[in-house]
């Protein structure tokens, strides 16, 4: 579904991607895992038209996108939920959940994909009419990740869903990340808490310093010894 083939990221004259290539399958939870600065975010925002590639390729499907702007790529089928949530603090939680269908037409799937929205997070259902700033922080993440769902997309990209939350909560999040993709979406998936994220991954990379350095299944990488002693405490 998605193929990102020789990616170049640069910040002025900072190479901060260095032509990594890697693959999301329809159906997939892909995950990618690294240390902080070492490219994650920076790849999803390439991914999503929020960055402009020095040099490579992106595609969804059969379709490139490193010459489309950020908010036609939503229109073919790919999301973000970025990172800190970027909730619209002074809306409704109904509001924000709208605003993620800005650009669809067809009211009658949209009322269909708030009803599974509100099945997926009765919490928002319950909230509907509060304030968005005024929710927790893992309400929020809730709401952002609603918000994208909105958008009607086959692919959904999560930068940092547990970011800042209990225990608990990161528990119920990577609980419905799963859900999210039983229901047919494609994910991928950039995550500090690598145990969890390569718990429920198909795939994953590991991104040091804008290269990929390994790659296999979920499984694989969580009992890779690298992997163990850089990121999983052991």
């Known amino acids: 579904m998605l193929r990102i083939k020789d990616l170049k990221v640069s910040y002025g004259m900072i190479e901060a991607i260095k032509g990594i290539s890697f693959e999301v399958g329809d159906g997939?939870?892909?995950?990618?895992i690294g240390a902080n600065g070492a490219g994650k975010t920076t790849t999803m925002h390439a991914i999503s038209g929020?960055?402009?590639?020095?040099?490579?390729?992106?595609?969804?499907?059969?379709?490139?996108?490193?010459?489309?702007?950020?908010?036609?790529?939503?229109s073919l089928g790919l999301a973000q939920v970025p990172e800190g949530r970027r909730v619209f603090a002074q809306q409704t939680v109904e509001e924000n959940l709208y605003l993620?269908?800005?650009q669809r037409k067809d009211k009658e799937g949209i009322q269909k994909d708030l009803g599974d929205v509100f099945s997926l997070f009765p919490r928002l259902e319950e909230r509907?009419?509060?304030?968005?700033?005024?929710?927790?922080?893992?309400?929020q993440q809730m709401l952002a990740m609603g918000r994208a769902l909105m958008?009607?997309?086959?692919?959904?990209?999560?930068?940092?869903?547990?970011?800042g939350l209990s225990p608990l909560l990161?528990?119920?999040i990577?609980?419905?990340?799963?859900?999210?993709?039983?229901?047919?979406?494609?994910?991928?998936?950039?995550?500090?808490?690598a145990k969890r994220a390569l718990a429920i991954a198909d795939r994953a990379y590991v991104l040091e310093t804008g290269c990929i350095t390994l790659s296999g299944t979920g499984e694989e990488l969580a009992r890779?010894?690298?992997?163990?002693?850089?990121y999983l405490g052991g």
Request: hydrophobic share 40%; no cysteine.
């Open 224 to 230: 890779d010894e690298r992997v163990k002693k850089a």
């Open 28 to 32: 997939e939870i892909v995950t990618l």
């Open 128 to 139: 509907r009419k509060q304030m968005a700033g005024t929710l927790s922080g893992g309400e």
């Open 174 to 193: 990577f609980h419905i990340i799963e859900e999210i993709n039983k229901k047919g979406t494609t994910i991928l998936l950039v995550e500090q808490n």
């Open 151 to 163: 958008t009607g997309p086959s692919i959904l990209l999560l930068d940092e869903p547990s970011m």
């Open 50 to 74: 929020l960055l402009k590639p020095r040099a490579g390729s992106i595609m969804l499907d059969d379709t490139e996108l490193t010459k489309i702007p950020a908010h036609k790529i939503v």
């Open 170 to 172: 990161v528990s119920e």
């Open 100 to 102: 993620g269908a800005y």
